[in-house]
């Protein structure tokens, strides 16, 4: 299993640009990249899913350089709404719906 | 498309007692995954369920079991509830196996409190 290190916890500003780094160093080669996005007492949600170089969709930007053993997830000014706990996970590509949640990184975001 | 409902949303047992918690997945969606969430652990994988099939499983002790209907629903059980036990217990579902390559959704929790 891939095990993946995150920042514990990260501040930004509204309007701000932030990226978050999740390191990878044993990622396999059917493995996918996927973050979640988690606030207080709900369920966690899919924010984006990569597998190599760039992926964009309308909330977030996802890097992933051409070695795989980190990713980026790039969140473009933030408000103070995306305040949350941000996981980056690594696909047990094949084995169905189970997902290794690791410490995730706090984003708290500053008016 | 309704998202995914757990019941009850919150529940508070005795230490020794058995509790069952209820997960409906999105329609179509054939795997269904339970979690629990407590501050000193993080989220944890307890199992998962496929057509009725448990397809995966974590590391969690044999009073923590599952199953699925015919429908998807699912349900969970935990006996002889300990202290331990309180916790956030989340389902998600898939419309596959989920895993690295789809997305889950997650419904909003069963808030569990063990006293």
């Known amino acids: 299993l891939a095990k993946t290190t995150q920042p514990i916890s990260m501040d930004s500003y509204e309007g701000q640009e932030v990226n978050i780094t999740c390191s990878h160093n044993?990622?396999?080669?059917?493995?996918?990249i996927t973050w979640y996005q988690q606030f207080p007492s709900q369920g966690p949600r899919f924010i984006i899913q990569?597998?190599?170089t760039k992926v964009t969709n309308e909330v977030a930007s996802l890097f992933i350089p051409a070695d795989r053993k980190s990713s980026t997830l790039s969140l473009p000014r933030v408000s103070l709404s995306d305040t949350a706990v941000y996981y980056c996970?690594?696909?047990?590509?094949?084995?169905?719906?189970?997902?290794?949640f690791g410490q995730g990184t706090e984003l708290s975001v500053k008016p | 498309k309704a998202g995914v409902t757990q019941t009850p949303r919150y529940l508070i047992k005795t230490r020794g007692q058995q509790v069952t918690l209820s997960c409906s997945p999105i329609?179509?969606?054939?795997?269904v995954s339970w979690y629990q969430q407590t501050p000193g652990q993080g989220l944890q994988f307890l199992f998962e369920?496929?057509?009725?099939?448990?397809?995966n499983k974590g590391n969690f002790p044999g009073r923590f079991s599952g199953r699925q209907f015919s429908n998807s629903r699912s349900e969970m059980n935990v006996s002889t509830l300990e202290l331990g036990d309180s916790a956030l217990y989340l389902c998600?579902?898939?419309?596959?196996?989920?895993?690295?390559?789809?997305?889950?959704?997650f419904g909003p929790g069963t808030r569990l409190t063990v006293t």
């Open positions: 369920y496929f057509s009725e099939t448990q397809r």
């Open positions: 044993n990622i396999a080669t059917n493995d996918y």
């Open positions: 329609s179509g969606h054939r795997s």
């Open positions: 998600a579902s898939s419309w596959d196996g989920g895993g690295g390559r789809g997305e889950q959704y």
């Open positions: 990569g597998y190599k």
């Open positions: 996970l690594v696909g047990i590509y094949n084995q169905g719906g189970k997902l290794i």
